[in-house]
């Protein structure tokens, strides 16, 4: 109830009709109106066997049991939630994915980093992870969006902080847990797939609107957060809250298990990823982002975020907005976000990133906002 007090625009949000349209799926799963996906996706049979079974032929399993799944979710929007029609099978379309992801462990994949070591083995890629997966802290989460905060008998987004990051942004606010510069677990509680689920379940059963995974990224962890859907046994919308540099084998597993995605689209400028994140993977980060939005896009419901950065709204603000205004208007919920502040090794280093040094002017946030307007882009109402 007090949330009505501290964020009355958690509900009031729900007012508007764009949102309630945009965000339909999501929020029928948040009311136990409908059964999140990966409900669905337990109920899917696979073959027996799928340990014996070449890469190549999961993978066209995989593709057959995902227009399954797309006629499920639509038979089952707005059914209620019958944990009877719902019991898990075995083996089920969740553990050909999961199977999948273990097949990318070895040779890792799971961003467009693309590593190639195998984790399972103890070897490290650019995000430093193992097979292990650590979490530096999880709650009830009160300062998101408007839509991921609940009504009022729900209670914030339940957020899961995974330890590591793929990226290495020079204004990181989150650095100790991104990329700790002691050891991973001194930054973090090593998790199985069982604690994790045992966390979520815990999260939801206290009143939280959803399970936020989120980082650092979460994408290093993908393994262990697929697996941990299997012992997930309440209904909540799954969210994906990520800088959006999965792999196509990724965004394959993810896109029928993610309710609501939550994607950062930081840069447009290739440039601008690398020198201020670090960004140099096989496929570029704009190539890799706008790939990846339009897959969740089709597939699930979104509310993209978008830092303003100062000094960045020619290379970066205007053309990401352009590119949304003209690929996703009507689908989805912007977020343009005026909260920068330099941290980090822009702090460290000011001289060195000048351009980044000082916190976006308020003309620099209404010249986005005007941009915005004039595109036709829906953003307020989330803020
Ligand atoms: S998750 Fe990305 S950065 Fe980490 S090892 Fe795999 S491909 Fe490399």
Known sequence: MWIRFFRPDASLVWRDPEVRRRLRWYRSVMLDETPAKFMIVKSIKAVDGLKELREEKLWNLHEELHNEAEELFKQYYGSGVDYEKLKPVQPSYLDLKIELAKRILRRCRF????????????????????????????????????????????????????????????????????????????????????????????????????????????????????????????????????????????????????????????????????RLSNVGGRLGYRETVTRNHLIAAKHGDMIIRHLVLPNHLECDTKPILKWLSENLKDKVLVNIMGQYRPDHLVLEKPEKYQDVSRRPRNEEMHEAYSYADKLGIVYRPVS
């Open 111 to 274: 961003c467009e980093w693309r590593c190639g070591v195998d984790r399972l083995s103890g070897m490290r890629g650019v995000c430093g992870l193992t097979e292990k997966a650590y979490v530096a802290s999880f709650f009830h989460h009160y300062g998101e969006e408007a839509p991921l905060i609940g009504t009022d008998k729900q209670g914030g987004s339940g957020t899961i902080f995974f330890v590591s990051c793929n990226f290495h942004c020079v204004f990181c606010q989150n650095w100790d847990i991104s990329h700790p510069r002691g050891k991973l677990e001194d930054a973090g509680v090593e998790v199985d797939a069982k604690r994790l689920a045992a966390i979520a379940k815990k999260l939801r059963v206290d009143g939280a609107a959803n399970i936020n995974y989120v980082g650092g990224e979460p994408t290093p962890n993908l393994h262990v957060i697929v697996e941990s859907l299997k012992y997930l046994d309440v209904n909540v919308p799954i969210l994906w809250n990520s800088n959006m540099y999965m792999s196509g084998e990724s965004m394959n597993l993810l896109k029928d298990l993610v309710d609501i995605w939550l994607p950062d689209f930081k840069y447009w400028s290739n440039e601008c990823a690398r």
